[in-house]
């Protein structure tokens, strides 16, 4: 048997990214403005009443660039990634992040994000956007949501097993509408985050009983959303599984279009305590402590 060996790069084959982290929404903006559809979520979170809560990294070497968002919102953390896999690489293997987060992430990081992360549902996704100009409302008799409806709101999530712990910030923080039948909530739709500062906001949590699905529900309680998002803002996105074709039928229908593809998922880090990524910032920091930044070896 022939053995084949491996050869191990050398030192001069090896890149140095230099990891810094940044404060300062006028630089941030200028990364995401050129991708606006994928970037949407990140873009929303300049808004001065979020910017605090997120720390925000840029990886930059001879490969290229990435930058990695970690954020809170009453609905949990998230994840955004944006760029160069091996620029991304080096920035995660400082910062993964909490333990758990929901992550956005470009097709290309697949591989990258699997070494840190569990990726709980990695099916492709697809970004749609609208605005006024193209959105094509539709007349229905969804109403706003208001915290009085949070105990209706838990309720029809729970029906396939989605989050039943809703409370009343996630609908002052937000924009929900919802219809009834009788005292029962059976169709909802909401957002992920809305930034009147940005004028942009990203629809998300859609849900119908599964005994009322078909009725035209979801389109109705989505354009109720999106008609009240446009009136403030410029650019609304949402993001749907690519092969949910009844969905994508819907959204298309009020006038949104497929921008780009993405994945969107649940991402639970590997290593649990956060050991590793602190040596390597301790290292990364001492390699890099004549320029104030991190430096990592790629």
Known sequence: MTSVS???????ARAEYRITELDDPAVIRRLLEPQRAYTAYAL????PRMFPRNKWYRSAGPNGQALLVHSK????????????????DAVLSLHPGPRFSFGSLM???????RKYFLMTR???MLRMTVESDTFRPVEADAQRLATSDIAAVNRLYSMEGGPTAYRTEHLN???YYGIYEGRDLISIAGTHVVSGAERIAVVGNVFTHPRHRGQGLAKATTGAVTRYLLADCDFVALTVE?????????????GYETKCKLHETPVVRKEPIGVVS???RAIAGWRGRGEGRKVVTR
């Open 44 to 47: 929303a979170q300049l808004d």
């Open 6 to 12: 491996r050869e191990r790069p050398t030192a001069a």
């Open 107 to 113: 097709l290309e990081h697949k591989a990258i994000v």
């Open 173 to 175: 923080d937000a924009v």
């Open 278 to 280: 602190f040596v390597r």
């Open 73 to 88: 919102s009453p609905l949990g953390n998230a994840l955004f990634a944006l760029g160069n896999a091996t620029a991304l």
């Open 122 to 124: 990695p099916q492709v």
């Open 242 to 254: 690519e092969e949910n074709a009844a969905a994508v039928a819907v959204y298309r229908s009020l």
